[in-house]
């Protein structure tokens, strides 16, 4: 059984570049896995990826011509089920024989031994193992039909091709060619209509040869390059590149191309052996926002722009080019030409959208429908001035609201301008823009770009009260109005992103340390969406009647409000196990469910350290302990417990020990001391263990009984005024 190295190469018309690292990698593992699975490769086999606009490649190391042979045990049935009293098989075990293309002959030959339940017959038998033409057709098949294509091609092959006459073919783009080596051997195998040979294409223009006819599973890459001109690696390309643009950056001097993974990604899948060249525009487009001109070079041209030292956005930019001829200025000129139109275009409209003031345009907003069961974006805008202006009041007081509530009456109004309907990524960046050309204050600016953030994962957070005050209270506004008409996420589907709104107000609470307690945020703005619905903000697409917030009902009744404080829980918990914490940790802090976010952390930290003290495991177990007897217990008198009731010494010294520790513990909790707090549980170690062993809670006398369950309740409530430490038992 020789082994050598595996190549498969699907030879295809340019594929979708922002999907192609996907499919390079979606297409090697499909292969590689059911290679492996087949015992045709070890499970650490080496497998390398290939990926370019032309092809999708994958070479697996150590690959036999044929598997190793299994032994297979079948239990077939209980003896007494397949043989009858004679010891002759029984109709029902010739069925199952059958089944196995097997007949009664074998049945002397059959093995017995106990099942775990009884005695069983087995039958032993050796499954050939798969030859490689056969494992890497199976291969093929599978990982053609696991590919990640979001839209198929249909296609017809001509008369040349493996089947014979014009057939359809579907996948997601035309294939012209297949190559599957074993070493130096080809393996004769099928897919898509096309046999698999030696023979492939390299670059359209730069290719030395006409075809490439590989030697060897191992010559790839290497053919592929030079005789080929391809880089067919999508990570050697990607670093090419790179390495490029930064080479290129450098012989400018005092310049940085933009950062852009997914540009980077899109432009690897768009040219098969990278030339990266520097081009320019006129410098009187210097005069648009630069989000504007960098936004368009990348989009719809997939240059990189480069900024100078400070940031700024100068007039050159690079181009990653498919082709290298000597004289390039061709190719540099038709990039100029090419983008200079794109780039007066963006001038036209930032010069157009200047003749409106943002505020003139707010009243437009009455005909844009936001959502055809919560009104148009005009309605919205009142809606979200009114929680912004709450907010603001709650935080600082009058003149902070009336800040907020002037900057979210702005902040969808550059919805409406040209440029941000050109460039839909641009909201709230042109409106900051336009805010100061208003000759509005810098702050009433910022929040109009600041109230969308954070827009992903990591993205900073609104940079002044105010931008806090209008992103908070649009995505609030979002979720209660959205979770009000019952358009919740499900499953992996987030259409409207509640999550990120969600993840959103966690962060903002957390990290800028807001007095604000969350599920007073929700109730009050339930409160606002039905008021401004009673008042007919609204009211035309959604109703009164038909409003889910409940508007005669106390907030903490309301169905609206506890699912969002629901759902805010569980992102909640996540976004801590995300930060390190533990579940048991987490767990222990949120089963409290405090609503001043912004002291979670500390709390964390706190249960953080008081894990790793000696005294915490028992601690732990105790406080599990005392909240099951309590539960069995049920209902229990109200009051602190009888000093005069407590009969046993070991009972005495736990009533001292606690009336001696709460005064220590409640200051503490109350200045924020989270970890002093729990430490000094540490004190009571003794006196609880004591307690659990000498007294007996459930005593006889129902005087002496409920004392005692008093007396735990009063511990359990000290030991969980920073977390529910029971969480923390193993």
Request: net charge negative; hydrophobic share 45%.
């Amino acid at each position: 059984m020789s082994r050598k190295n595996l190549l498969v190469e699907l030879f295809v018309e340019e594929l979708p570049p922002k999907a192609l690292r996907k499919l390079g990698d979606a297409f090697a593992a499909a292969v590689s896995d059911a290679i492996k699975i087949q015992g045709l490769a070890e499970a650490d086999a080496a497998v390398m990826s290939f990926a370019s606009p032309r092809r999708l490649a994958v070479h697996i190391a150590d690959v036999a011509t044929h598997a190793a042979d299994k032994p297979v045990t079948h239990k077939l049935m209980p003896v007494n089920v397949g043989l009858d009293a004679n010891g002759q098989a029984t109709p029902a075990l010739l069925k199952r024989l059958a089944t196995l293309g097997l007949d009664g002959t074998i049945v002397p030959h059959l093995k017995r031994a106990s099942d775990g339940k009884s005695e069983a017959l087995f039958h032993d038998s050796v499954v050939k193992g798969a030859t490689l033409t056969d494992g890497l057709q199976k291969a093929l098949d599978e990982a053609l039909g696991k590919l990640p294509i979001p839209k198929m091609m249909a296609y017809q092959l001509h008369e040349n091709c493996a089947q014979p006459g014009w057939s359809t073919v579907n996948f997601v783009r035309p294939v012209h060619g297949l190559v599957a080596l074993h070493g130096t051997e080809v393996v004769p195998v099928s897919a898509l209509g096309l046999n698999a040979g030696r023979a492939t294409q390299g670059h359209r223009f730069e290719a030395a040869v006409g075809t490439v006819s590989l030697k060897s599973a191992d010559s790839y890459a290497a053919q592929m390059e030079n005789e080929g001109a391809v880089i067919a690696s999508f990570e050697a390309r990607r670093a090419d590149i790179v390495r490029q643009l930064q080479d290129a950056a450098d012989k400018i001097g005092g310049v940085t191309p933009v950062a852009d993974e997914a540009l980077l990604d899109e432009v690897t899948g768009l040219v098969e052996r990278p030339n990266v060249l520097v081009g320019c525009f006129g410098e009187e487009f210097l005069g648009v926002p630069q989000e504007c001109l960098i936004l368009t070079m990348k989009a719809n041209q997939k240059y990189f722009p480069l900024l100078d030292a400070s940031g700024k956005l100068t007039n050159q930019f690079l181009i990653v080019s498919n082709i290298s001829p000597a004289d390039t200025s061709a190719v540099i000129g038709g990039n100029e030409r090419v983008v200079r139109p794109r780039l007066a275009d963006a001038k036209f409209f930032f010069d157009q959208d200047r003749k409106k003031t943002l505020e003139s345009r707010v009243l437009g907003l009455a005909k844009v429908v936001y959502h055809n069961k919560l009104g148009t974006q005009g309605e919205r805008v009142q809606r979200v001035c009114a929680i912004a202006k709450a907010i603001g009041e709650q935080l600082s007081g009058k003149t902070l609201a009336l800040k907020a509530e002037q900057a979210a009456l702005l902040s969808k109004a550059d919805l409406l301008t040209d440029m941000v309907g050109e460039f839909p990524e641009l909201q709230g960046i042109m409106g900051r823009y336009y805010a100061l050309n208003d000759g509005l204050p810098a702050e009433i600016a910022d929040a109009i770009e600041d109230h969308y953030k954070p827009r992903f994962s990591g993205d900073e957070l609104p940079c002044n009260q105010v931008g806090l005050c209008v992103a908070l209270a649009d995505k609030l506004e979002t979720l209660v109005g959205l979770f009000g008409i019952g358009q919740l996420p499900t499953g992996d589907k987030d259409p409207f992103a509640l999550r990120r709104h969600a993840l959103g107000v966690i962060r903002i609470l957390i990290e800028k340390e807001l007095p604000l307690e969350v599920g007073a945020l929700v109730d009050q703005c339930c409160l606002v969406m039905d008021e401004m619905l009673e008042n007919g903000a609204g009211s035309k697409t959604l109703g009164v009647e038909g409003a889910a917030f409940a508007p005669n009902l106390a907030p903490e009744t309301s169905p609206v409000s506890r699912a969002i404080n629901d759902f805010f829980q569980d992102r909640l918990a996540g976004f801590l196990r995300e930060k390190g914490f533990t579940f048991q940790e987490v767990d222990a802090v949120l089963s409290l469910h405090p609503q001043l976010l912004a002291e979670i952390p500390k709390r964390l930290a706190a249960v953080h350290a008081f894990a790793k003290l000696p005294e915490a495991a028992s601690l732990a177990a105790a406080n599990k302990r005392i909240q099951n007897i309590l539960k069995k217990a049920g209902e229990i008198p109200a009051g602190e417990p009888d000093p005069a009731l407590l009969a046993e010494d070991a009972e005495k010294a736990l009533f001292a020990a606690v009336n001696q520790l709460a005064p220590n513990v409640f200051s503490a909790v109350s200045n924020g001391s989270y970890t002093e707090a729990l430490t000094a549980l540490a004190g009571v170690r003794a006196e609880v263990d004591t307690f659990f062993d000498k007294v007996m809670v459930m005593a006889e006398e129902l005087p002496l009984r409920n004392n005692r369950l008093a007396l735990l309740r009063s511990l359990g409530e000290l030991m969980n005024q920073v977390a529910d430490i029971s969480k923390l038992a193993a």
